[in-house]
């Protein structure tokens, strides 16, 4: 089995396995350039968008724990017991 080299197009997902297209980074179906320096600036403004949202996320997830925390406290002081059978 031998592996051959393909160049996948980060715009239309386009496989090529053309050693210029590899080299050039140009993409046939497209015709784009996979170093296109615009696409580039976008997949980095994508990446630290997605870094936002995750330490959005981690925010949300502390409050949520602290109040979780207080909802706790508020039961163990509470002398309102509910008992299930
Ligand atoms: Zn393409």
Known sequence: ????PGFACPHCGAVSYN????REGYCGRCNRWARDPAL???QIAC???RLDELSR???MVVVLQAREQELLAVHERSTVRVFVE
């Open 57 to 59: 996320v981690r925010n």
């Open 40 to 42: 580039i600036a976008d």
């Open 47 to 49: 990446e630290l968008e």
């Open 19 to 22: 050693p210029n297209d590899l």
């Open 1 to 4: 089995m031998t592996a051959v």
